[in-house]
């Protein structure tokens, strides 16, 4: 059966980049997306992966001739497997701009190291997570809040019909398990997989690596060093906390969550969209959906992520998430996943002004529910609209 392609919200953005920089990086999970969509966007250009262990071996003992195979430009999937390659790319592209190498991989530390050593100010990079709602915008009509949820958004869900428990157990068996085991060198698969659970169930809570550690049975600096590999892989990723020159005791440790809110559930053994609904972390994992929807739209439009944060002070008042317009305008959003709503959901927006000492451009509480009000000081918002009220922030 063949796949159906969806467009991706990033496309515009690489497109106008290739014809400034002769290398485009893109980096994300595996099975985001990136070879389809490179695929589509350099159709001209031939494919090499090196995955491909017979691909691997020559690019890596002749990178002349294997750069050689195409005068045009070439697309290297899983380019960080070769890093001897980026030097060799460098002398292509100083002695012949025209020259176009399209680069992919899923290990973000591995293959960024790579680009900066040999390849800064040649490239332009980009990262692909899962489909964010707006690309999904005709493919998820009828579908529920909680079904969304449990499937997640890896683009084989929905281009492919594949069964979201079918995909996710084999992305845990095949990339968590193997992958970044091997990158860790994992010995004690048992305390790892305890590990990456204990990961799931803290969804949306300030993250505590020494606790961590005890519960893990293992030390710091190794549940640390997994962190790391973890959000370098896309399987996780921390939102800091907003910090202002007041001397306020602020919460100083971030916030952790999933890349994709399916292999979340998976993780937490959690089976359907009906048993999600009862789950104890439904809450978190609808906040998670919120704020990767953020995450997703700065990604795609080439925003710089760092300016998200959430809040939080020793009076444990606190905002889910802080969007930063510079040093002195923010936007903020209050998650809640009840379909109900009530006042008390936007208590701690009405004293932002006060808690960031800052000017507020706009707020809004986003829930499940289908009542909406967007003309209100606090705008409220289903979550299935929320990538329009993001759109609509950075329009004003």
């Avoid at 958004?153 to 970044?180: A, C, G």
């Amino acid at each position: 059966m063949e796949s159906k392609y969806i467009e991706r919200s990033v496309t515009k953005q690489i497109i106008e980049a290739s014809k400034y920089f002769p290398v485009i990086v893109i980096t994300g999970p595996r099975q985001s997306g990136k070879t389809t969509l490179i695929s589509h966007i350099f159709r001209d250009f031939p494919l090499f992966s090196l995955e491909n262990l017979d691909i691997r071996q020559l690019a890596t003992e002749d990178p002349k001739f294997f750069l050689s195979q195409s005068t045009k430009g070439m697309i290297i999937d899983e380019a960080q497997n070769v890093p001897g390659l980026f030097s060799y790319i460098q002398g292509i592209v100083d002695n012949d701009p025209s020259r176009k190498f399209i680069l992919s991989g899923s290990s973000n530390f591995a293959l960024l190291k790579s680009v900066t050593q040999s390849l800064a100010g040649r490239a332009a990079i980009f990262n692909l997570l899962p489909f964010s709602l707006d690309e999904l915008s005709g493919c998820i009509y009828g579908r529920s809040v909680d079904e969304l949820l449990y499937n997640g958004f890896y683009p084989r869900i929905f281009s492919d019909n594949v069964p979201s428990h079918l995909l996710y157990s084999n992305y845990i068996e095949t990339y968590l398990k193997k992958d970044v085991r091997d990158l860790l060198k994992v010995k004690d698969l048992m305390q790892f997989n305890t590990f990456l659970k204990l990961c799931a169930g803290r969804i949306g809570s300030i993250f505590n690596a020494s606790q961590l550690s005890t519960e893990v049975g293992v030390s710091l600096s190794t549940i640390k060093s997994w962190l790391s590999i973890l959000e370098a892989s896309y399987i996780i990723t921390l939102l800091p906390p907003y910090f202002n020159n007041t001397k306020k005791r602020l919460i100083k440790s971030p916030k952790l969550y999933f890349c994709d809110t399916g292999l979340a559930c998976r993780l937490l053994d959690i089976n359907s969209p009906e048993e999600l609904s009862f789950n104890k972390m439904r809450g978190p994992i609808f906040e998670n959906a919120v704020v990767l929807e953020t995450i997703k739209y700065y990604l795609n439009n080439g925003k710089d992520v760092s300016n998200l944060f959430f809040y939080r002070d020793s009076n444990q008042n606190e905002i889910d998430l802080i969007i930063s317009h510079g040093s002195s305008e923010f936007s903020g959003v209050e998650i809640k996943s009840a379909a109900t709503f009530n006042t008390s959901f936007y208590k701690a927006l009405t004293k932002m002004e006060l808690f960031l000492n800052a000017g507020i451009r706009n707020r809004a509480v986003v829930y499940n529910g289908d009542f909406e009000n967007t003309n209100s000081d606090i705008q409220i918002i289903n979550f299935k609209n929320y990538n329009s009220w993001i759109k609509s922030i950075f329009q004003q």
